[in-house]
């Protein structure tokens, strides 16, 4: 599975907690998170983790156009909860996009956790046969046709 991680600043403790918490099911997935979330967690957990370039300039946007071409299989997307006006374009368009692609998302802890259990569970590994012929699944892939 591909597994990527966004914090807001007031939550990269709360996403570093979650992977220490299932760093032995994390460990056996590859991840990819924006720079500043990917070296909190790699320093607290010693996962393998693929860093983006920072939230803000454009590591969203990267992990946004991973979701359009189906190589992201889950999202942990963990949004600041202080209120403000209306959330940020790339936002709307990280969510917007796991919708069209049938991405599991996670914006707290409680849904992270129940994704998961369904990850370590199996119950997500029908994303093996979203869009198979991607050169970045083939790469990733157990088997060849």
Known sequence: MEIA???DDTKKELITQLCIAYC???SKH???ATATTGAYISEATGLRIEKLLSGSLGGEQQIASRISFDEIDALFYFRSTTPRAEASLSEQNLLRLCDVH???VATNIATAEIIIMAIERGELDYREFINPRSEYNLRHRKFEY
């Open 5 to 7: 991680i966004v914090a």
């Open 30 to 32: 590859t991840i990819c």
């Open 24 to 26: 032995g099911i994390l």
């Open 102 to 104: 049938n991405v599991p």
